[in-house]
């Protein structure tokens, strides 16, 4: 079952990965086609301002004004073109689904054929030596360039092999045929240039992907452990998470369970504002969680004014139960300071037990929570509600005692103590 439970996770990490990477590539998608519109645009305008300002210019160029209104008629409406594209790749979006790949090859062609056009109007308006010098055919590179956005190699090597066949086409169809061997060595280095720039688009893209995939596994990790262990995981503890990795199988481990809670806080409240209270128990938690990370303790939960703290879990731990009394006493000392500097001293109770849990992630396929389950940490609750009666801070069962052997020797024992939940009394030691 738990091998089952392993592979939907597994299955539903790469989902989520897939779709991700997905909405990544995406959006690199539009800001390609923002590049496209924006350098289209600046194209327009400065044919624009030529024709209105210089407009003898554009007579030596196209010989009749005719023509530069088509290129700005052919420009305007690639644009309106590409803000078409935009707002289908944001529904795709906002759908969660891929654009298809037949879709990617048709806009890749027709982009791409925007210099072709224009440059065979440029070579019946100027001729075909002047127009496949002039700029026209290093227009195609801005396709190629651009095409590294789309994150994919064999649509950047097509964009390239489009450019460079239809400038190799075009030059083989307007150039005289006289046989002139060098102008057919140029023409084909032009264009297997043109190729090759596509194809090293494509390696740029592949090489932006990986990053891409990199970073979104990194996202995915930390997302994983928040998701487990909730929003109370400091940075160090999620770098070693992702380090170590956590398993979603769950196991039997013998661990150190905490219960924090503080004494008297609902009554205290209740003469103090909802935001006094929260900024209260913020600044307590913050002093209280520092000392227990210190001691490689984690916070599994936090229930109201109190909280579920782990030694063993999910880090293996040696000497759980001295790591755990050790971070017990800095937090009872912690409160004295904190204490000391506030006019809202609070007192706290603290109950440790040892022994084997059930340790894993659990909960629904929408929501997991790495946790705990079984008799060590019903007791340990039980345990620390015991410091109410005796009036105590901190309380450890006999596990914990004995673990403790030679190195603690202020532990005071409370005798055989009725605990709720138990038949039989058990026995409770007081520390400090």
């Known amino acids: ?12 990490a790469s989902a989520e990965f897939s779709r991700a990477l997905m909405r990544e590539m995406l959006l690199t998608q539009q800001l390609r086609v923002k590049v496209l519109i924006v350098t289209a645009s600046v194209f327009l305008v400065l044919l624009s301002l030529i024709d209105i300002f210089e407009p003898e210019v554009a007579e030596r160029v196209w010989h009749t004004g005719r023509r530069a209104f088509l290129i700005q008629a052919i ?18 979006l906002k759908r969660d689904r891929d654009v298809p790949p037949l879709r990617r090859y048709i806009g890749a062609f027709i982009e791409t054929s925007l210099p072709s056009v224009v440059l065979i109007m440029q070579i019946h308006s100027m001729g075909a030596d002047k127009a496949l010098g002039f700029v026209m055919p ?7 360039i651009s095409s590294t956005l789309r994150l994919d190699f064999w649509l950047s090597a097509f964009t390239g092999f489009v450019a460079a066949a239809e400038l190799f086409a075009i030059a083989m169809h307007y150039r005289p045929s006289d046989g002139v061997e060098p102008e057919l ?3 084909v280095a032009r264009s297997v240039t043109i190729l090759i720039c596509g194809v090293l688009a494509g390696a740029v893209g592949v090489q932006l992907r990986r990053q891409f995939v990199a970073s979104i596994l990194a996202a995915t990790a930390r997302d994983r452990v928040t998701s487990l262990f909730g929003q109370h995981v400091s940075p160090q503890v999620v770098e070693r998470l992702m380090a170590e990795g956590t398993s979603g199988a769950s196991d039997l481990r013998k661990v150190a369970v905490m219960f924090v809670d503080f004494r008297g806080f609902t009554a205290a409240a209740r003469s103090r504002t909802p935001q006094q209270v929260v900024d209260r128990l913020d600044g307590a938690f913050a002093v209280l969680v520092e000392s227990l ?11 109201g004014d109190g909280f579920l703290a782990l030694f063993g879990a999910p880090f293996e731990t040696q000497d759980a139960a001295h790591h755990a009394v050790a971070a017990g006493r800095e ?11 506030s006019d809202w001293p609070l007192r706290i109770g603290i109950g440790i037990h040892l022994g084997e849990v059930v340790a894993g992630n659990i909960g629904s396929p929408r ?8 008799d060590t940490v019903n007791f340990a609750s039980r345990l620390e509600a015991l410091n109410k009666e005796f009036d105590s801070q901190l309380l450890i069962s006999s596990e914990v005692r004995a ?7 202020d532990a005071r024992s409370l005798g055989e103590v009725p605990v709720r939940g138990y038949d039989r009394p058990v026995e409770v030691w007081q520390l400090g």
Do not use: C, H, P
């Not at 990370?293 to 229930?303: D, H, P, Q, S, T």
């Not at 937090?331 to 500097?341: D, E, F, I, K």
């Not at 929501?367 to 079984?374: A, D, L, N, S, W």
């Not at 673990?403 to 020797?409: I, K």
């Open 1 to 12: 079952m738990s091998w089952w439970r392993g592979r939907s996770e597994e299955a539903e």
């Open 331 to 341: 937090m009872l000392a912690a409160m004295t300071r904190v204490n000391a500097a």
């Open 138 to 144: 290093f227009a195609y590179f801005i396709f190629v």
């Open 367 to 374: 929501r997991k929570e790495y946790t705990v389950i079984g």
């Open 185 to 187: 060595y140029f023409d």
């Open 293 to 303: 990370e210190a001691r490689g303790g984690i916070v599994n939960k936090f229930l």
């Open 403 to 409: 673990a403790l052997g030679e190195a603690v020797r």
């Open 75 to 92: 420009l305007l409406s690639f644009i309106l073109f590409e803000w078409w594209v935009y707002s289908q790749v944001a529904l795709y």
